[in-house]
C-alpha cells in the first residue's frame, strides 16, 4: 500500500517530481521539514477525549514538547546500550529515568496518541520497531504532502504503451538453462531470460510463490529478517462538511491502541471526505469486523466528537493485512535487525532480481518514491545482465528509461503546491 495519496519530500530531488510536474498534478502540503507529527504540523490539528470533549491545544502542544524531549533521551539509552531494543521499551527506560517527564490524567493520554502517530508512520507497535534504526530514515526535504488528483495519473502514464497482464496471479518461479518460467495459479507459463520480482514482502514471507531452486538461504533469511507492517483506512464519504477546517481530527486515549485519527481530505481536494486511519494490531483487529460494522465504529467515535455528523453516503475499508496480493503495507525494522539485511533483499540471484519499496537505497523504505526508484534500479540491473549475456554491454550505452522523456524536460517548472 505505501502511503497512499502522500507524496514525502516536496521537492525536485524526489524522484517523482519529473513526473508530477510533466503531468501538471498539484499538489498539497500537509506540513514542513522535522514536524513532530511526521507529515502534518501540528497547528492543523484537533485533539479529543474519548469523551468527546476538545483537548486543550496548550496541552497538546506542552505535550508535543516533552514527546520531543523523550525521543531525544531514547536516543542516549541508544549510545549506552549495545543492544538493540523496541522504541517502547527505550521510552520505558526514559520515564523511569526521568519521572519528570511522565504525564498524568489527560497528558498521558495526549502522550499515547502522540506515540499512536509515531506507530502509524511504521505501520507497527511501537514494541516491534527497533531503537537502533527508527529515526534513520534519510527524509527528502519540503515536508510532506498529498497528491490531490492521487497516483493514478502517475501510474497510467508510466503503463502507457506497455504490456501489463492483469489478474495474473503468480504462484512459481523456476529457474534452469538460462531461462526463467513463471508459473500462474491457472497453470499458464510465461518464459524469459530474466524476472524482476516486485511483489509485497508480505507475499514472500507467506511463502505463497514457490521459487525452484528454492532462494539461496542468505536471501531468504533477509525476507524473514524484516518487519510488514499494517496500516488500513477508513474512508468516509459525506454529503456535507460538519466538523472543523482542520487536517487532522484526533481521539485521545489511556493508550496507543485505543488512540486514533481522522484525516480530512476537504482541505486538500473540495469534497467531504474523513478517512479513519488505524495501524498496527489495531490495523489487524479492525479486519476481523465487517465493512459496515468498522464504519459503525468509526462513526461512534465521529459522533462524540461532533454529536450532530450525518451518516456517510458512502465508505470504503481498506485490508492489507489480509489481502491476497499484500499480506501487509510497507516494511519496517524490527529489533535487532541485521544491518546487512536491505543489501542482501536487494541482491539478484543470478537472472532474479528484485524491487519494490523494501529494496529502495537511501533509506526510502515505505514510501512511493522509493517504490519508484528500487524500480528503476532493478530494471537497470537486469538490463546490464542481459546485455553482458549476450557481449553488447558498453560504458556509454544509456541504460533503461521508463520516463518520458517530454516529462524530464519540464525541470525548470516548479512544483504545483497549494496550502489552504
Known sequence: MMHLLRLHGVCNENPLAPLIRGLGLTLYRTSGDDSILYDHDLESCMLFNTDGHQVPQQIVMDVGETFKRILEETGKVRDEDPDDMSVQQAISVVLNSHPELKQQGLSHEVLQWYICRMEAWFAADADMISLKTWDQEHVLSGGHG??????????????????????????????????????????????????????????????LIEFIPKLPDWKVAAIADLGVGNENKIALRF???????????????????????????????????????????????????????????????????????????????????????SLGCYT???????????????????????????VCM???????????????????????????????????????????????????????????
Open 239 to 325: 454529503d456535507k462538511v460538519f466538523w472543523p477546517n482542520v487536517e487532522l481530527l484526533g481521539i485521545v486515549a489511556p493508550t496507543s491502541y485505543s488512540c486514533g485519527y481522522f484525516l480530512n481530505l476537504h482541505k486538500a481536494t473540495g469534497h467531504p471526505i474523513l478517512v479513519y486511519m488505524a495501524a498496527g494490531r489495531f490495523a489487524y483487529d479492525l479486519e476481523k469486523l465487517s465493512n459496515e460494522s468498522a464504519a459503525n465504529f468509526v462513526m461512534q467515535q465521529l459522533k462524540k466528537m461532533f454529536p450532530d455528523a450525518s451518516d456517510p453516503v458512502q465508505y470504503l475499508v481498506s485490508r492489507w493485512g489480509t489481502d491476497p496480493n
Open 332 to 358: 519496517y525494522d524490527l529489533v535487532g535487525k541485521p544491518e546487512d539485511v536491505y543489501d542482501r533483499l536487494r541482491m539478484p540471484v543470478g537472472n532474479l532480481f528484485f524491487g519494490g519499496e523494501a
Open 362 to 420: 537511501d533509506d526510502h523504505q515505505g514510501s512511493v518514491h522509493g517504490a519508484y526508484s528500487a524500480g528503476m534500479m532493478a530494471a537497470e540491473n537486469c538490463q546490464r545482465y542481459l546485455l553482458e549475456k549476450l557481449g553488447h554491454v558498453q560504458n556509454n550505452l544509456p541504460l533503461v528509461s521508463v520516463v518520458r522523456h517530454e516529462m524530464l524536460e519540464t525541470t525548470n517548472i516548479p512544483l504545483q503546491i497549494s496550502r489552504m
Open 146 to 207: 498529498l497528491m490531490v488528483e492521487g497516483y493514478d495519473p502517475v501510474i497510467k502514464a508510466l503503463a502507457k504503451n506497455l504490456d501489463i497482464r492483469l489478474n495474473h496471479r503468480v504462484t512459481k518461479i523456476s529457474n534452469g538453462f538460462n531461462k526463467i518460467m513463471v508459473t500462474l495459479e491457472n497453470g499458464t507459463n510465461f518464459v524469459a531470460d530474466a524476472v524482476i520480482v516486485t511483489v509485497p514482502v508480505g507475499i514472500l514471507k507467506a511463502n
